[in-house]
């Protein structure tokens, strides 16, 4: 099992910047990609961007180069670099592990941008 720890949330005005940790911990070695996903409530939660374990990424197009996915393999953790943040972004963001045919979530950070 894989178990996932997300910190860096936080209250932002807009145009600001946050950058989201993940910590990785147990059957690392099973993880084939992680993902950054976000969810309001009463919304379906949707992808914000993904690394696989080759380094390949994919961004949703709300992204708009505005946000960097990225790991430190030593550290076991995964960040999510947000820049120009909008009103639009405040969600709770959630940490994703796939380690097909598992699929492993972080207990969620909330991100708020308002001024």
């Known amino acids: 099992q894989v178990q996932l720890v997300e910190s860096g949330g936080g209250l932002v005005q807009p145009g600001g910047s946050l950058r989201l940790s993940c910590a990785v911990s147990?059957?690392?070695?099973?993880?084939?990609?992680m993902g950054w996903y976000r969810q309001a409530p009463g919304k379906q939660r949707e992808l914000v961007a993904t690394?696989?374990?080759?380094?390949?990424?994919n961004y949703a197009n709300f992204v708009e180069g505005r946000f960097t996915i990225s790991r430190d393999n030593a550290k076991n953790t995964v960040y999510l670099q947000m820049n120009n943040l909008k009103p639009e972004d405040t969600d709770v963001y959630y940490c994703?592990?796939?380690?097909?045919?598992?699929?492993?979530w972080g207990q969620g950070t909330q991100v708020t941008v308002s001024s």
């Open positions: 147990g059957s690392i070695f099973t993880i084939y990609a």
């Open positions: 690394i696989t374990s080759g380094g390949g990424t």
């Open positions: 994703n592990a796939l380690s097909p045919p598992r699929s492993s």
